[in-house]
């Protein structure tokens, strides 16, 4: 079966440093990947997908990047975090006929 | 383009309640619809699907059926319980070539239940 896994589980950082979060999927190969961020409240907000190695594609412009070096490792980064980066940063995998996508559990971000 | 309305919360409701939640959509063609479920402090669990006009999607007691005459998915529980409180988001995957497999979700509605 397949599994997603994100660290750290929860973060606090301080404004203008860097950042790394990484995802990583076991039990599927080629799978499309999705960072998403949900600020307080509920909604989702996709911010980058990747279809591939080193494909990446970003949704919403950010002081934010994502890198995609192996088939099943999608990483997320900043140089310098802002206060509005502050959030639960989540990761999916998504792949089959259907295109329904399966979550990690998530990183809770403050930046301070 | 794409969207998915919910209807908006909290709703509130006690232990053994019929739990309804309205999902509507806008796409092009024929999307494949989802519920997913987010307990607190948690990532999003895929909680049913269905991909094309009339199908039904159950699990744990949930359903939702595929209507591409009123572009609706609602999501109905005949019996909820305290640990069915979480938010719900209804999505939808266009199912175009160029869509990539990306999601539209719907804002999310928590629901609360009361023992």
């Known amino acids: 079966s397949q599994t997603i896994h994100q660290w750290p589980a929860t973060l606090v950082q301080p404004v203008g440093s860097p950042l790394s979060l990484e995802c990583t999927v076991e039990?599927?190969?080629?799978?499309?990947l999705y960072w998403y961020r949900q600020a307080a409240g509920r909604g989702l907000q996709l911010l980058f997908y990747?279809?591939?190695?080193?494909?990446i594609s970003s949704e919403v412009p950010q002081n934010l990047s994502a890198s995609r070096p192996q088939d099943r490792q999608f990483i997320l980064s900043s140089k310098k975090l802002l206060l509005s980066d502050s959030g639960f940063y989540l990761c999916?995998?998504?792949?089959?006929?259907?295109?329904?996508?399966?979550f990690g559990p998530g990183t809770r971000l403050t930046v301070t | 383009g794409n969207s998915v309305t919910q209807m908006e919360g909290p709703v509130t409701l006690s232990e053994e309640a019929f739990l309804t939640i309205n999902c509507t959509y806008t796409?092009?063609?024929?999307?494949?619809l989802f519920w997913y479920v987010q307990y607190p402090g948690e990532g999003l669990q895929l909680l049913l699907k269905?991909?094309?006009?009339?199908d039904k999607g159950s699990n744990k007691g949930f359903e939702a059926t595929y209507r591409k005459e009123t572009t609706s998915f609602h999501l109905e529980k005949g019996s909820v319980q305290v640990s069915d409180s979480a938010v719900y988001f209804c999505?939808?995957?266009?199912?175009?070539?160029?869509?990539?497999?990306?999601?539209?979700f719907g804002a999310g509605t928590q629901v609360v239940v009361t023992p």
């Open positions: 999916a995998w998504g792949r089959g006929a259907a295109y329904e996508q399966y």
């Open positions: 039990g599927t190969s080629n799978p499309n």
């Open positions: 990747s279809v591939g190695i080193g494909q």
């Open positions: 796409a092009t063609g024929y999307p494949s």
């Open positions: 269905a991909t094309k006009a009339d």
């Open positions: 999505a939808l995957a266009p199912m175009t070539t160029d869509s990539w497999g990306k999601l539209q």
